[in-house]
């Protein structure tokens, strides 16, 4: 990629309500990378990868092995990005559903190496350090190089006095020199049978 690329940040959301705290923190992430990136003459574009309108096509894939058109373009504009901010709603101390059962669809290693900033939501602050317990561990198995802070926001977080803004912008630059000092080889897409990625029908059956 050359400096007059723009950097593509894919912003993966699990929010499940509309409108939902979780697409929004996940929507202040990714502008807040967009303005430190700006900052050191960086043009960035984001692409919102909501997970909500996908859940069907994810279960499937599940079931299946074989993911539906909608997903399949999903999962390649996350595995392609150059860098990406993943958030989910906090169920039980962990992840989502959802979001567990997307980042399941993505081949192993598919997201090495691409710079990768980490959020959660919840109710309350109890919750706040599923990114560190769930999410960091589960990215970092898959090889992706997570910024140093992630970042939670609890329902009371969205006040007008609140530190998020503060924790949002940090994350931000963190991603954001991630992006700057690792540039990215492009990658082969594993949905093209001539990619040495690539996997037949009849070996995903063999799963």
Known sequence: MT?????????????????????????????????????????????AVELRPLAHDVATNLVTRVAPPA???????VTTADAIVAVTPVFTMSYSGLFKSFIDGIAERELAGIPTLLGATGGTVRHSMVVDTALRPLFAYLGAVVAPTGVFAATEDWGQDS??????????????????????????????????????????LGR
């Open 3 to 47: 400096d007059t690329t723009p950097t593509r940040i894919a912003i993966v959301s699990a929010g499940l309500g509309d409108p939902s705290t979780t697409t929004m923190l996940a929507t202040r992430l990714g502008e807040a990378t967009q303005r430190a990136l700006a900052d050191v003459g960086r043009t960035a574009t984001v692409d």
């Open 71 to 77: 997903l399949e373009e999903a999962v390649r504009r």
């Open 163 to 204: 530190a998020l803004q503060t924790r949002i912008d940090r994350a931000g630059r963190e991603l954001a020199r991630l992006v700057t000092q690792m540039p990215r080889a492009p990658k082969a897409d594993p949905f093209d049978a001539d990619s040495d990625d690539f996997e037949d029908f009849a070996s995903l």
